[in-house]
Nanobody, 112 residues
């Protein structure tokens, strides 16, 4: 079973930036299209960015977030710029079919 570990979250002011990382155990990471998800308090988990043969983003983060991956290191990244309070959530990674068990996530809080 692949284990997912997210990191890089924190408290940032509106307009700030953060870079999240997702580390996956195992050597099959490169076989899958991967996604970044987030869950805000009281809301359902949503998919915000996907990386496979290309990349795609939910409308609310387009132009501000960039997803990338390093298959040699079994790692995926989410560079976030121009952060807004509504980006506050716990961020998770998984395949786009949510194939693996969820990690603990990493908290992103955007507040002045």
């Amino acid at each position: 079973q692949v284990q997912l570990v997210e990191s890089g979250g924190g408290l940032v002011q509106p307009g700030g930036s953060l870079r999240l990382s997702c580390a996956a155990s195992g050597s099959i990471f490169s076989h899958y299209a991967m996604g970044w998800y987030r869950q805000a308090p009281g809301k359902q988990r949503e998919l915000v960015a996907v990386i496979g043969s290309g990349t795609s983003y939910t409308e609310s983060v387009k132009g501000r977030f960039t997803v990338s991956r390093d298959n040699a290191k079994n790692t995926m990244f989410l560079q976030m710029h121009s952060l807004k309070p509504e980006d506050t959530a716990v961020y998770y990674c998984n395949t786009i079919t949510q194939r693996w068990d969820w990690g603990q996530g990493t908290q992103v809080t955007v507040s002045s």
